[in-house]
Structures are given as C-alpha cells and as structure tokens.
C-alpha cells in the first residue's frame, strides 16, 4: 500500500495510464492506445498496482474506485493551479485589506488589463450584468464605462447597490454631474459612501439564468484585471465583502 506522497506521484507520473483505463483494456490494447513500450505499460500498470490505483479483471485491467477519485482529484488540482497562475497577475494588485479565499478562483473566468487590450476586463464583466435584475457593488474608482453600465441597469428596472468612497463620490460630482444626477435620482438606485478604505471592486448581479459575482483590482494606470465567477462560494465571499462596506455606509441623497 501506498502513502499519500507515492499516491501522489505516481498519479502525476501515470495520468495518461490512468485515463485510458477508465475503459478496461489488455496490456496489448494499452500499449496500442497510449502509442508506447509494453515495458513502459507493464512498469506502470504495476506500480498503479501496487497503489491499489489499478487492478486486473481477467485479461484486462482497469481503473478502480481509488484511482479514479486520485485521478479526478488531481485533474482538479491541475484545473486550480492553472486558474491561480492565471489570476496570479490580477491577485498581485491586493493588499492587505482584501481577505480572498483561494476557493473563488475554481473554475473562474480571470482577464488581465494589457497594452494591448487594456479595456479587456470592464467589457468581459459588463458583459455579464446584461438582463440583471439586481447588482450590488462597490467602487474604489471613477470608470466612465461603469458608470454608463450602471445607469443602463436603472433604466431596464433593475434594483441597484452602490457603495463608494468618498473621494469617488467627490470626483463624480465635479467631473460626472450628469452621471451622479441619473444615478442619484433613479428610484431603483440606492448609493452610499463609506470612509472605510477600499482598494478593490467586488459586485454581484442577480440574473434570470443565475448570480454571478466579480472582484476588480487596480494599477496605477487604472484596472489591473478581473476575477469573475458563477460559482456559490463565489457569490457568498462577494457578499460578505460588499456587506462589510455596506455596514459603514451612509446613504446619498
């Protein structure tokens, strides 16, 4: 029997034996399917053996309930290990006054601002509060093309949330009066400040074909990149951010 350190390793060494196997087959129909040495086949058919990760059901041999659970399990940590690399560049702008649980990112959608495309993450989250019925969010910074979101949401019906600093609520008013005014003056908008410090945006859009929920982060130079997610833990982490700033706000009138 295998400890969880040889488990581990040969799952990661065996993958491809292990997803072949998922269907019974003979030595000779492995070999055949994975385009490679009956030595090689028999070296890892035994170690998987040995780890109770494979067995032989008379001339062929397959997956059994262990493997297949080591297998999924390490495909998923593969599948969270690209999207932590992937969100790497975005997670990087945090600081210390966002608490992210690491759990958000599975399976999330990430897109990072560049040169080349640097408005790349407000039209991908944008995109995905079309036919809200109800957003909430909060918002570190004056982004016109938020703004006219926003406003686009009042108008269709849709109950909205904001809660912003007092600097973006100042800049709104001196640089975006047309905008603040819409905004302030639709009966479905409710807007707050808080002086609680903000670094990050987190929302989330309550829609016919499900919620979903995004957290922005910033650069210097404007949006840094979106971590964007459907997913229950997702849209419960976005929650409990908003509510914290929620908590400490005051209305705008």
Known sequence: MCDVSATADIVAKRTDVLRALTTPLTKPELVEALDTSRSTVDRAVGALQDCRLVEREGSRYRVTFAGEEALAAYEGFLDRLETLLAAQPVLAALDGHVDVDPAILHGADVVESTRAAPEAPIEHTISLFEGATKFRGTGPAVIPRYIDAMVGLVERGATVELVVTQTVA????????????????????????????????????????????????????GISGVVNNDTETMNAWAADQYEAYRESATRLD
């Open 170 to 221: 100042d800049a709104l008013e001196s640089e975006y009066p047309d905008g603040l005014a819409d905004l302030t003056d639709a009966a479905t908008l409710s807007l707050f400040v808080t002086d609680e410090p903000m670094s990050t945006a987190v929302w989330t859009a309550e829609r016919p074909s499900g919620t979903v929920s995004g957290l922005v982060t910033y650069a210097d130079a």
